[in-house]
C-alpha cells in the first residue's frame, strides 16, 4: 500500500495517530525535506529507506514509489501541513492509477490552521465572516485570473495567505485594492508550530515593513482580515435564548 500522510505543520506531535503508524510501518518514505520537520523520520523503523523529495523530480519519485510497491513494501509519501493543499498530490496520484497501484490520502493539519491556532483567531465570525480563502500570489506557478488576489480580497472574507511573503509588496498592494481599506488586520505567522516560530502583527498599511525587516521571505503564512481583531457578534449556538437539536432555549 501507498499512502500520502500530512505531517502537519511542523511540530512532530501535530501528525494524525494513524499517519503516525503509517510512518512506524512504512519500509520506504519519501518526505518533502524543505518543509516537513525531520523529526518525523525519527519514528521510522530500523531499516527504512528515505528519500528527500526535494531533491527529486516526479519522474523519480514515481519510479521509487512503483518498484516499491511491486516488492510488496510499505510506502509512506509524506507532505507537509495537510496534503491536499499545494501538495502536488494529485499528479503522483493520477500516475498510480495508470498503473493500477492502490494508494490512500491521510490527512494533516495544514499551516493555515495551525497558523490561526498561533495566533489564537477564529477564521469565522458570526457579523464579521463565514468564509476562509485559501489562496496565493501567482508565481512561477501560475493563477486563474478570476482568482486574482484583488478580487478575492474585495469579498472582504477572512483570507490565509500561502506561498507568497516574499512578495509581500504586492500582496499588499492588491489586498488594499480589494479591500478598499488599509487598515485591515495582517499577521504574518513564520515556521508555525516550529522553535523558532515568529509571529508578525499589524494592518495592510506596516506589515510589509515589518516583515522585511526581520527578513522573511518563505516559509509563512499571512493571515488578512477583520476575524484578527474585530467585533463580532456571538454564537448562536450557545445563546441562552436559542434552541437546536441538542438543547432547549431557556425561558
Ligand atoms: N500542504 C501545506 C502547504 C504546502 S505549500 C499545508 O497544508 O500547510 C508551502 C507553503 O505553506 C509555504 O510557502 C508557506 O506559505 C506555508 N507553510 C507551510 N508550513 C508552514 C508553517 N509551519 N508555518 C507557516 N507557513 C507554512
Redesign the pocket.
Known sequence: MISFV?AG??DVDLITVKGRRLIEKADIIIYAGS?VSCGHLDFCKDGCIRYDSSKMTLEEIMDVMEKGWRKGKNIVRL?????????AIKEQMDRLDELDIKYEVIP?V???T??CAAIRCEFTLPNLSQTVIIT?LEGRTPVPESESLELLASHKSSMA?????GNIDDVVEKLKAGYGRSDVPAVV??????KD?KIIRGTLDDIADKVKSKGIK????ILVGDFINGKYGRSKLYDPSFSHSFRKAEK
Not at 507532505?79 to 501538495?87: A, M
Not at 495567505?161 to 511573503?165: E, K
Not at 505567522?189 to 516550529?194: G, N, P
Not at 518563505?218 to 503564512?221: C, S, W
Open positions: 500530512g505543520p511542523g518543509l507532505h507537509t501541513g495537510d496534503p491536499t493543499l499545494y501538495g494533516g495544514s499551516s493555515f495551525a497558523s496565493r495567505i500561502f506561498l507568497s511573503v505567522v513564520y515556521k508555525a508550530t516550529w516560530q518563505n516559509f509563512a503564512q
